[in-house]
């Protein structure tokens, strides 16, 4: 069973620029999260997607934002780039919501310079 | 705010020994804890949970402590092996919630 799959693994971009990140949920998990990490910071939570809609979301500014398709892949872009936004991105897929389950791909590291 | 805190960011533990990590939370709502452990380069998976109605669960070597009226949980690793040396993050969610509060991760050295 194929696990959650993150595209890129690393990414470079220029402060101001913008990016997309890409999330493959495991087969027959409608829900996908989202999450930054950053030292220091632990895991931060930015969205969560159920069937194609954004059911909760974190504390952070409208240039981060996420969508769902109706396969449960994920996309999230993040515009005009930071130098703190330099981070590694989680994505996290579950069955339903609540109680845990979820299972974690192995991020975008993202450098912004 | 940091409403999941790991205020000890390293632990070093002799194999063999026990690991005992600590966790602190302040939302009185959350009724669910889990464990994650994560090594370089890949995402966290999945330890051990437990439910807010429970103050005690096991699974082979690693037991989850609750602590409600303290608002506090710890993780116990017995014995410790050079395989666990990776960062633990505790984590918390509140009742049909769908996101998870993570703390900021305590990094085990088991040492041979």
Request: glycine residues 10%; contains cysteine.
């Amino acid at each position: 069973k194929a696990g959650v799959t993150q595209t890129p693994r690393y990414l470079i971009k220029t402060r101001g620029q913008q990016v997309t990140l890409s999330c493959s949920p495991i087969s027959g998990h409608r829900s996908v999260s989202w999450y930054q990490q950053t030292p220091g910071q632990g895991l931060q939570f930015l969205f969560e997607y159920f069937s194609e809609t954004q059911r909760n979301k974190g504390n952070f500014p409208g240039r981060f934002s996420g969508r769902q398709f109706s396969n449960s892949r994920s996309e999230m872009n993040v515009s005009t780039l930071e130098l703190g936004d330099s981070a590694l991105y989680l994505c996290a897929s579950s069955p339903d919501s609540g109680g845990g389950g979820y299972t974690f791909g192995s991020g975008t590291r993202l450098t912004v310079v | 705010d940091q409403q999941v805190k790991q205020n000890s960011p390293s632990l070093s533990v002799q194999e063999g020994r026990i690991s005992i990590l600590n966790c602190d939370y302040t939302n009185s709502m959350f009724d669910y804890f889990l464990w994650y452990k994560k090594y370089p380069a890949e995402g966290p998976t999945f330890l051990i949970s437990i439910s807010s109605i429970k103050d005690k669960n096991e699974d082979g070597r690693f037991t989850v402590f609750l602590n409600k009226s303290a608002k506090h949980l710890s993780l116990h690793i017995v014995p410790s092996q050079p395989g666990d040396s990776a960062v633990y993050f505790c984590a918390a969610t509140t009742p049909g919630a769908n996101n998870l509060f993570f703390g900021t991760g305590t990094r085990l050295t088991v040492i041979p």
